[in-house]
């Protein structure tokens, strides 16, 4: 029963040396195509890119009227009409808008910067009362432009609202680092 090894290899020599008949690719392939066909792309659109367009066109157009119908352009310079819609201190004029912004900011940032701590939290809540009746105050001088136009005394009133609340926070930013100074010494001794 036992078989030479080397006679089973020299048969199956001869069996790979055997050929495909010429046209075995071409039929492969014709039936590779019938079982799994190649479907092409459309180049063009589809509905879903054209709705897609007309879409977004739609809401850029409805965002330009918006945009152009909440600016009107003014046909008639040579009315002078009286602005009596003021809303802030740089409604008024540029330069005025500058300080307001610059005393803003400056009373933000300083407000910012300080630290709260359990000890030195009654000490800044009552610098914040304060600064809170400033702005309560500064909201009536804002109402009071607003109903009789700007005017010298309330610009100025103004002006000096925001430079007191600046003094406030720069007072309050002082008396805390004092404050923190002593607690500091008290650790030490």
């Known amino acids: 029963m036992a078989q030479d090894l080397r006679n089973l290899f020299e048969e199956d020599k001869l069996a790979q040396r055997a050929k495909m ?23 063009g659109f589809s509905f ?4 897609a367009s007309v879409v977004i066109l739609l809401g850029l157009s409805f965002g330009a009227y918006k945009y152009f119908q909440d600016s009107p352009i003014d046909v008639e310079p040579e009315k002078e009409v009286v ?7 740089g409604d008024v004029s540029p330069d005025l808008k500058k300080v307001e912004d610059y005393y803003l900011a400056s009373i933000n940032l300083e407000l910012s910067k300080v630290e709260l701590t359990p000890q030195n939290k009654e000490l800044f809540d009552g610098y914040v009362l304060r600064l809170q009746e400033l702005n309560k105050e500064y909201d009536k001088l804002l109402e009071e432009l ?40 008290q650790d030490i001794t």
């Open 21 to 43: 008949s010429q046209d075995h690719e071409a039929r492969f392939l014709e039936k590779l195509n019938k079982e799994l066909p190649i479907e092409k792309k459309s180049s």
């Open 48 to 51: 879903l890119n054209i709705a």
């Open 83 to 89: 602005d009596t819609d003021l809303k802030t201190l």
């Open 146 to 185: 607003n109903e009789s136009g700007p005017n010298s005394v309330t610009l100025d009133a103004l002006i000096e609202n925001l430079k007191l609340r600046l003094n406030l926070v720069m007072r309050l930013k002082d008396k805390l680092e004092e404050f923190n100074d002593d607690a500091f010494e």
